[in-house]
């Protein structure tokens, strides 16, 4: 059972645009949603992560948008550059039950065109 | 800060030889160290949660016996995969959390298996 379902799979974005991921979940205890962003051949990094008790939080040209009531999440990448092309996981944790293990999303596949 | 290594960075093995991975927090203390696989264009699946001195916890399906894991000091987690097969051929990260930030995962940057 997928715990963190993530959308689209693959997105293609022209420079300059934005691009937007989202992200739904069932279990009410998540209190704890990054995201992470991974290269070819190369572990995850953070990206940006948020936490139930703020709608959105913004860093750069990232931002997440929280929305507890339908529990979703999404991830909004503004003036995406062709660096920015990679793959972006979804996640979400509950902190108080399972030592911070993290339930991923399948995964989006983001390509910048020049 | 908060660095993750993994040692080696890829490796080639044959079919029925066993072979270790690496897993070093470089500037913290790891209290739990996650182990990972991801094959080609899927998301992360955990195998394994270790704590410093005790037994991993495996996920269900995960092989006890095939993947060991020895998360021997504050510092330093290894993954042994035991009688490898072509189908062990994976991509395995690992990742570390510290007792002071409870939610942050750092992940190292993946050791590529290969078993012929």
């Known amino acids: 059972q997928q715990q963190v379902k993530q959308s689209p799979q693959s997105l293609i974005v022209q420079k300059g645009g934005i691009s937007i991921i989202n992200c739904a979940y069932e279990n009410t205890a998540f209190d704890y949603f990054p995201w992470y962003q991974q290269f070819p051949g190369k572990g995850p990094a953070l990206l940006i992560a948020?936490?139930?008790?703020?709608s959105e939080k913004k860093e750069g040209r990232f931002t997440i948008s929280f929305n507890k009531s339908a529990k979703q999440f999404s991830l909004h990448i503004m003036d995406s550059q062709p660096g920015d092309s990679a793959t972006y996981f979804c996640?979400?944790?509950?902190?108080?039950?399972?030592?911070?293990?993290?339930?991923f999303g399948r995964g989006t596949q983001l390509t910048v065109w020049p | 800060g908060a660095v993750v290594s993994q040692h080696p960075s890829w490796v080639i093995c044959k079919s029925g030889t066993s072979v270790k991975i690496e897993c070093r927090s470089l500037?913290?203390?790891?209290?739990?160290m996650f182990w990972y696989r991801q094959f080609p264009k899927q998301s992360l699946m955990l195998m394994a949660t270790?704590?410093?001195?005790?037994?991993?916890?495996?996920e269900q399906g995960v092989e006890k016996d095939k993947f060991l894991i020895n998360h021997a000091s504050l510092t330093l987690s290894t993954l042994t995969v035991t009688s490898a097969h072509p189908e062990d051929s994976s991509f395995y990260i690992c990742?570390?959390?510290?007792?002071?930030?409870?939610?942050?995962?750092?992940f190292g940057p993946g050791t590529r298996l290969t078993v012929t």
């Open positions: 948020i936490r139930p008790d703020v």
């Open positions: 500037d913290f203390q790891a209290t739990t």
């Open positions: 996640a979400a944790s509950d902190r108080g039950s399972t030592l911070g293990r993290l339930y």
């Open positions: 270790s704590n410093e001195g005790s037994k991993a916890t495996y």
């Open positions: 990742s570390a959390t510290t007792s002071d930030n409870l939610y942050e995962q750092y």
